[in-house]
């Protein structure tokens, strides 16, 4: 069974670089999902951020493209989100997880055979 987990800081400040690191155990991510990162803000649905997939090739949702990076270490069995210029707006449960799917703008479902990390608290303030 594949598990997920995240880390990283739980206070970013506005303007800064939220980084977190997803460590996958009971699977590679050589393997054939979209190894994601999935964010949920206060009274907010599940947002998909983007994705990197089994070959390495990342995909991005279009609103948070130029702000977004996310990258793999295969060695490690990790693949990181970099999220630039942060906001208060940026405030949110972000998870990580490995899905059957790409899902853009569209709203993101739980699905059999997908595998999720229990979720980070980032909080952006100063």
């Known amino acids: 069974q594949v598990q997920l987990q995240e880390s990283g800081p739980g206070l970013v400040k506005p303007s800064q670089t939220l980084s977190l690191i997803c460590s996958v155990s009971?699977?590679?991510?050589?393997?054939?999902?979209?190894w994601s990162w999935i964010r949920q803000s206060p009274g907010k649905g599940l947002e998909w951020m983007g994705a990197i997939g089994s070959s390495g090739n990342t995909y991005y949702r279009a609103t948070l493209k130029s702000r977004t990076s996310i990258s793999r270490d295969t060695a490690k069995n990790q693949f990181t989100l970099q999220l630039n210029s942060v906001t208060p707006e940026d405030t949110a449960v972000y998870y990580c997880a490995g899905l059957r799917r790409l899902y853009w703008s569209n709203p993101v479902a739980r699905l059999p055979g997908d595998s999720w990390g229990q979720g980070t608290q980032v909080t952006v303030s100063s």
């Open positions: 009971g699977g590679s991510i050589t393997s054939n999902y979209y």
